[in-house]
């Protein structure tokens, strides 16, 4: 139910349905989309139209190019950021371009002309040394070329660094019909040379995803040096080294570098240091490149593991470390307790949830890496009991185990993993940073799982809101009263839960088994209403604006429109106690 309230300040109360004349004035002619015109060169809609047709190499779609052109007229984005958005969409990278054709195209997009063949070798040496092809667009997208091209079109080119931006092949050429390294091929590989074997369809066909979807050549590299199948072959320190050369290398090693790896191990130095050393290198990075994989800066340093038996390879001695190594005593499993999918970027309340089912009794007991860091965070669900005091910093402990969250700023795919720490050892380990084999095990408990990034997904949602409830011969106000009475008149969005205090006032209650975006759970409060209304009014040019966001302002859950008007979509609050409030049940995760 909608509120607004007069110049002079009296609230009246806006009714969801409107009387038939109103209704008849609102509901005009049905949609019409003029179609784009493949022949403008002008302006910023020549520039979107250039794009297409040069990338993308067809005429632009009318929602597209709409999309695009109010991106770079509003200033959401610059000339450099359409043009990732291109290059890098998944239109373009499904024509998978060799080496050569890539450059061929930044070159007809950003300097306007066809490569000069010194030029095309320079880049092409370029990437042969290991550059990302995030790299070599910085080196097209910065060029004075198409700083001028973006000025002939009225767009402000902007600055940006895409380095680290993975473009994966998943096949041969779509353009000269040359044959690529794919994806798949590098995961192959992995198998081929750490695991000594060919890969099963699964297994192949979870890498080749996870890597796709954002995880870099040394994330899934450690998913095989550090698994179960390859520290069972129980291998020497010599032939350890072995195995990394040809693995990140490509290649035997060379007797002064394995001599200097190996004495590197035997005087105390971690597996995890020297596959670090490895994947850090310039020759991963150029293994990397010749699949469109982005190598990866992670550093594993504090993971090792010790030989159990004779080594597979040169059969030598069961290897007995002088102290032995800490050996996990506790099982464990996890699950992603999200009710809603897909899960998001860091937003309004709505993180990812782990929970971790588990024997082990304490929380000091083990830490939680995520892409190989520390980074568990905690938010308190009023529908969850906590044994103890609720800590931020730590899984807490709950039904059956423990419950935490993760805030992820970055969409891209994440592994979640489980150190074991050895009984009165953790204040060595997480705060003296003392990691030893002797203190601390790695345990078999994986979690991987993908972040969407929630800003894109809030703009798409938004602009689904305009498609639904909206005709183009609207004016801004019109369209956006049709969105705010046809989406949020309805009933359909509630407040968030509030519990009543001892002292008699009222707090909000998240709960777990309802954390999620505004568009999946249908919660609306008086913070992120105003915003709603705010970002509405922005997309069909309707200025609306936040009365206030101090909630110690009467009018904080309001937006004032240009008419004069004053408005809130933000739900009567409902209250009640942590009595009606159903506990969140940890029992059917298995």
Same mark, same amino acid.
């Given at each position: 139910?909608?509120?607004?309230?007069?110049?002079?300040?009296?609230?009246?109360?806006?009714?969801?349905?409107?009387?038939?004349?109103?209704?008849?004035?609102?509901?005009?002619?049905?949609?019409? =989309?003029?179609?784009?015109?493949?022949?403008?060169?002008?302006?910023?809609?020549?520039?979107?139209?250039?794009?297409?047709?040069?990338?993308?190499?067809?005429?632009?779609?009318?929602?597209?190019?709409?999309?695009?052109?109010?991106?770079?007229?509003?200033?959401?984005?610059?000339?450099?950021?359409?043009?990732?958005?291109?290059?890098?969409?998944?239109?373009?990278?499904?024509?998978?371009?060799?080496?050569?054709?890539?450059?061929?195209?930044?070159?007809?997009?950003?300097?306007?002309?066809?490569?000069?063949?010194?030029?095309?070798?320079?880049?092409?040496?370029?990437?042969?040394?290991?550059?990302?092809?995030?790299?070599?667009?910085?080196?097209?997208?910065?060029?004075?070329?198409?700083?001028?091209?973006?000025?002939?079109?009225? &767009?402000?080119?902007?600055?940006?660094?895409?380095?680290?931006?993975?473009?994966?092949?998943?096949?041969?050429?779509?353009?000269?019909?040359?044959?690529?390294?794919?994806?798949?091929?590098?995961?192959?590989?992995?198998?081929?040379?750490?695991?000594?074997?060919?890969?099963?369809?699964?297994?192949?066909?979870?890498?080749?995803?996870?890597?796709?979807?954002?995880?870099?050549?040394?994330?899934?590299?450690?998913?095989?040096?550090?698994?179960?199948?390859?520290?069972?072959?129980?291998?020497?320190?010599?032939?350890?080294?072995?195995?990394? !050369?040809?693995?990140?290398?490509?290649?035997?090693?060379?007797?002064?570098?394995?001599?200097?790896?190996?004495?590197?191990?035997?005087?105390?130095?971690?597996?995890?240091?020297?596959?670090?050393?490895?994947?850090?290198? %310039?020759?991963?990075?150029?293994?990397?490149?010749?699949?469109?994989?982005?190598?990866?800066?992670?550093?594993?340093?504090?993971?090792?593991?010790?030989?159990?038996?004779?080594?597979?390879?040169?059969?030598?001695?069961?290897?007995?470390?002088?102290?032995?190594?800490?050996?996990?005593?506790?099982?464990?499993?996890?699950?992603?307790?999200?009710?809603?999918?897909?899960?998001?970027?860091?937003?309004?309340?709505?993180?990812?949830? &782990?929970?971790?089912?588990? %024997?082990?009794?304490?929380?000091?007991?083990?830490?939680?890496?995520?892409?190989?860091?520390?980074? =568990?965070?905690?938010?308190?669900?009023? %529908?969850?009991?906590?044994?103890?005091?609720?800590?931020?910093?730590?899984?807490?402990?709950?039904?059956?185990?423990?419950?935490?969250?993760?805030?992820?700023?970055?969409?891209?795919? !994440?592994?979640?993993?489980?150190?074991?720490?050895?009984?009165?050892?953790?204040?060595?380990?997480?705060?003296?940073?003392?990691?030893?084999?002797?203190?601390?095990? &790695?345990?078999?408990?994986?979690?991987?799982?993908?972040?969407?990034?929630?800003?894109?997904?809030?703009?798409?949602?938004?602009?689904?809101?305009?498609?639904?409830?909206?005709?183009?011969?609207?004016?801004?106000?019109?369209?956006?009263?049709?969105?705010?009475?046809?989406?949020?008149?309805?009933?359909?969005?509630? !407040?968030?839960?509030?519990?009543?205090?001892?002292?008699?006032?009222?707090?909000?209650?998240?709960?777990?088994?309802?954390?999620?975006?505004?568009?999946?759970?249908?919660?609306?409060?008086?913070?992120?209403?105003?915003?709603?209304?705010?970002?509405?009014?922005?997309?069909?040019?309707?200025?609306?604006?936040?009365?206030?966001?101090?909630?110690?302002?009467?009018?904080?859950?309001? =937006?004032?429109?240009?008419?004069?008007?004053?408005?809130?979509?933000?739900?009567?609050?409902?209250?009640?106690?942590?009595?009606?409030?159903?506990?969140? %049940?940890?029992?059917? !995760?298995?």
């Amino acid at each position: 139910m909608n509120y607004k309230t007069d110049k002079g300040g009296r609230i009246r109360r806006y009714l969801c349905h409107l009387s038939v004349a109103v209704m008849a004035l609102i509901l005009l002619c049905c949609i019409h =989309v003029l179609p784009v015109r493949a022949q403008e060169n002008t302006g910023v809609e020549g520039f979107v139209t250039r794009l297409y047709n040069i990338c993308l190499d067809r005429d632009p779609d009318p929602a597209g190019f709409n999309a695009w052109v109010n991106q770079l007229k509003s200033g959401a984005n610059t000339g450099a950021e359409a043009a990732y958005g291109f290059v890098f969409s998944n239109e373009f990278k499904s024509k998978n371009p060799c080496n050569t054709d890539y450059i061929a195209s930044l070159y007809r997009c950003f300097l306007g002309r066809e490569p000069d063949s010194a030029g095309m070798s320079a880049w092409l040496a370029r990437i042969e040394a290991g550059d990302s092809r995030g790299t070599i667009f910085n080196g097209f997208v910065g060029s004075d070329e198409f700083t001028k091209i973006c000025q002939s079109y009225g &767009i402000n080119r902007g600055n940006g660094d895409w380095s680290s931006s993975a473009f994966v092949l998943t096949g041969d050429c779509q353009i000269c019909g040359g044959k690529n390294k794919t994806v798949s091929d590098f995961v192959t590989r992995l198998y081929n040379v750490c695991l000594d074997r060919n890969p099963d369809s699964n297994g192949l066909n979870s890498w080749v995803n996870t890597i796709i979807n954002g995880q870099s050549g040394a994330q899934t590299a450690y998913g095989f040096v550090f698994s179960n199948e390859f520290v069972l072959k129980n291998l020497c320190n010599e032939d350890f080294v072995e195995y990394m !050369y040809k693995a990140f290398f490509g290649r035997d090693s060379d007797a002064a570098g394995k001599a200097g790896w190996v004495n590197v191990l035997n005087n105390g130095g971690t597996k995890g240091h020297v596959f670090s050393g490895f994947t850090g290198s %310039d020759e991963f990075k150029k293994l990397c490149a010749q699949y469109g994989i982005s190598a990866g800066t992670e550093d594993y340093s504090s993971v090792d593991f010790k030989a159990s038996g004779p080594c597979s390879v040169c059969q030598g001695e069961a290897q007995q470390p002088e102290d032995p190594s800490y050996q996990q005593k506790y099982d464990y499993k996890m699950f992603i307790v999200n009710k809603y999918k897909p899960l998001y970027t860091t937003n309004n309340f709505s993180f990812v949830n &782990i929970y971790i089912k588990t %024997d082990n009794p304490s929380s000091e007991g083990f830490s939680v890496t995520v892409n190989g860091e520390h980074s =568990v965070v905690g938010m308190e669900y009023s %529908d969850v009991s906590v044994e103890g005091e609720f800590v931020t910093g730590l899984p807490n402990k709950v039904e059956g185990g423990y419950l935490f969250s993760l805030s992820m700023k970055n969409a891209g795919s !994440y592994t979640v993993s489980i150190e074991e720490i050895k009984e009165g050892c953790y204040e060595e380990y997480a705060f003296k940073g003392w990691k030893t084999a002797e203190n601390h095990c &790695i345990t078999d408990a994986k979690l991987n799982f993908t972040c969407e990034d929630y800003q894109t997904a809030y703009d798409q949602w938004i602009d689904s809101l305009v498609d639904t409830y909206t005709k183009p011969d609207m004016t801004p106000e019109e369209k956006f009263y049709a969105i705010v009475r046809g989406e949020f008149s309805n009933g359909r969005y509630t !407040y968030d839960e509030v519990v009543k205090k001892e002292d008699g006032t009222y707090r909000k209650a998240p709960t777990l088994a309802d954390n999620g975006t505004i568009w999946q759970n249908h919660r609306l409060n008086s913070a992120n209403s105003p915003k709603l209304l705010v970002s509405i009014g922005q997309r069909v040019g309707y200025d609306v604006k936040a009365v206030s966001y101090d909630i110690s302002n009467w009018f904080h859950a309001y =937006v004032d429109t240009p008419d004069g008007d004053r408005l809130t979509i933000c739900p009567p609050t409902t209250t009640g106690d942590l009595g009606t409030i159903k506990p969140f %049940d940890f029992s059917v !995760y298995k």
